[in-house]
């Protein structure tokens, strides 16, 4: 009976090491996957930030093209009113002219 006792003392304490090293091998598992997925969250972050500046650059880039384009076609299209009245500028100019002239008599 002693020896039946002493065996279940002993199978007890063999079942509580091996829970004992089960737990400290889960616990290492657990701290493990985290600094894992801490790493990967971080890498992923660094990912998306570095995704998100090349869009702003991309964006603003394409913005300053697009200013510069609507400023040309405005220049162009201040050219071309200039031009196209440049008679009518020509005739006011001479009659601002002959009035001058004219007031003075």
């Known amino acids: 009976m ?3 006792i002493e065996d279940v003392l002993q199978a007890e304490q063999k079942v509580s090491t091996a829970l004992k090293q ?3 091998k889960a616990s290492e598992m657990i ?3 985290e600094k894992e ?3 990967k969250i971080a890498e992923a972050r660094e990912k998306a930030r570095d995704i998100m500046q090349s ?3 991309e964006a603003k880039k394409e913005a300053e ?3 510069e384009e609507k400023l040309k076609q405005i220049d162009r299209e ?3 009113l200039l031009n196209s009245n ?3 500028t020509d005739a006011l100019v001479e009659d601002i002219c002959r009035i001058v002239l004219n007031t003075g008599d």
Request: aromatic share 0%.
């Open 55 to 57: 869009k702003i650059e």
């Open 31 to 33: 701290r493990s996957a």
């Open 37 to 39: 997925t801490s790493e």
């Open 78 to 80: 201040k050219n071309t």
């Open 65 to 67: 093209r697009l200013r």
């Open 2 to 4: 002693k020896r039946i």
């Open 22 to 24: 089960t737990r400290e």
């Open 86 to 88: 440049t008679h009518a």
